[in-house]
């Protein structure tokens, strides 16, 4: 197989859909158990998981360690979604955990165990992990925790659960309740938790999920980062006598920022790992985490993000309004159709709003979110390829926002990078 077939194969399993349960997953990684006797960090939530991963990754590589990261969805490469120090694998070595998996699927598959793409993946990356001999793995749910195929990760060094909040209600649940339950099923006996700042509704449930299985639990609150100053550079902190610097925007990553924090104590007293102060801030400095908040021109000004629910699209304009309050932006956005789109968080933000469509099954059709749009702005127009919507928002001369989906970001990101030259 070249890289071509291999991408083609893994996609070729997207037609089984999202299926939550671990049943399947389980019986593919019995095959090859060894992977599964690793070091986790394993880490849910509904906004925040990757930005809390990346950190972690960085930090922890600049302690020494040779860390793999399994985050999802990609941005514009496949292979971002599986990581080793912060450096997608090649596509050699994805190709060959494909082959080595392809006789064991087609095994299940005559068994009648049909394995989703997900599913796949997640094997294929801790496979990929154990034979590059990653020292710790940092780990994101695809989907809720309790059900999703990366659960199958017994002993966790820790289980971190940042901001929750209502999305894929239809799957895990119309209540914030159901939902932090969902995500707390990543918690396991006897281990390590960690949460982010919480609304009292979640917290509660973690609080009490950490009792039930006797964790020792360390919260984002107890962490006491000063002299904080959030600009478009980043945030610049002190923290452990150092002062430290996170190039990622708004101050909702603020919250993410001192759950990762949170996360490196725990695993300083309980994890057996040793990261000083200087890991974290050199870790911290490299961090590069595209489409949140991304500024890819000056002039005019491009900002990308991925806000894709309301929690998410509540911090992008919360950074748009302190960044950049004046008048004369354009918005371009495309969303699922699963998706909260949350647009009266929009009103009076922009001159004018485009809206497009997404290359993805699951995508809102253009033209209906222009008419929830259209409740928020007089001036709304419909361009359904994202390239064309682009283009047209580039001839009116103004600063240029975009956001909805990370779908849409993958999309139209190297366009940007493109056209900005």
Do not use: W
Not at 115 to 128: G, N, P, W
């Amino acid at each position: 197989m070249n890289y071509q077939e291999t991408l083609n194969f893994i996609h070729s399993l997207d037609k089984f859909g999202s299926r939550p349960g671990l049943d399947r997953v389980k019986r593919l990684f019995s095959l090859t158990p060894q992977i599964l006797s690793q070091s986790f960090v394993h880490v849910a939530g509904t906004n925040g998981k990757g930005s809390v991963c990346v950190m972690l990754s960085h930090i922890l590589e600049k302690a020494g360690y040779r860390v793999g990261l399994f985050i999802s969805p990609y941005i514009t490469e496949f292979r971002e979604r599986i990581q080793i120090n912060n450096r997608p694998v090649s596509k050699d070595t994805l190709t060959e955990a494909v082959e080595y998996y392809r006789p064991l699927l087609k095994k299940l598959n005559d068994e009648g165990v049909i394995i989703t793409e997900f599913e796949f993946l997640t094997v294929i990356a801790f496979y990929i992990f154990h034979r590059q001999e990653c020292e710790v793995i940092v780990c994101e749910t695809g989907m809720g925790g309790l059900l999703d195929s990366t659960n199958v990760i017994e002993r966790p060094l820790c289980s971190v659960i940042t901001k929750v909040d209502l999305d894929h209600t239809a799957i895990l649940g119309d209540t914030i309740e159901e939902i932090t339950l969902q995500k707390c099923g990543i918690i396991k006996e006897n281990r390590i938790t960690v949460t982010a700042p919480q609304d009292e509704a979640v917290s509660k449930i973690i609080r009490r999920t950490a009792e039930e299985k006797h964790n020792l639990l360390f919260s984002a609150e107890d962490i006491m980062p000063h002299d904080i100053d959030c600009s478009l550079r980043g945030i610049d902190f002190s923290y452990m006598r150092e002062k430290m610097h996170l190039p990622l925007v708004g101050r909702h990553q603020l919250d993410n920022l001192k759950c990762a924090l949170a996360c490196v104590k725990a695993l300083n007293l309980f994890g057996h790992l040793h990261i000083s102060p200087l890991h974290i801030k050199d870790g911290l400095s490299s961090v590069s985490h595209p489409a949140r908040f991304e500024r890819l021109s000056d002039k005019p000004v491009i900002i990308l993000d991925g806000a894709h629910n309301k929690n998410g699209i509540k911090a992008f304009t919360d950074a748009v309004k302190t960044y950049y309050g004046y008048t004369g932006k354009t918005l371009i956005i495309g969303m699922l159709a699963d998706k909260d789109s949350s647009v009266e968080l929009l009103k009076g933000l922009f001159k004018r709003i485009i809206t497009t469509d997404i290359d993805n099954p699951r995508a809102l059709d253009a033209e209906e979110l222009a008419q929830r749009c259209r409740a928020v702005s007089g001036n709304v127009e419909v361009i359904r390829d994202p390239k064309d919507a682009l283009d047209k928002a580039l001839s009116y001369k103004d600063d240029i926002f975009i956001c909805g989906s990370l779908y849409l970001a993958g999309e139209i990101r190297p366009y940007i990078l493109q056209t900005s030259k």
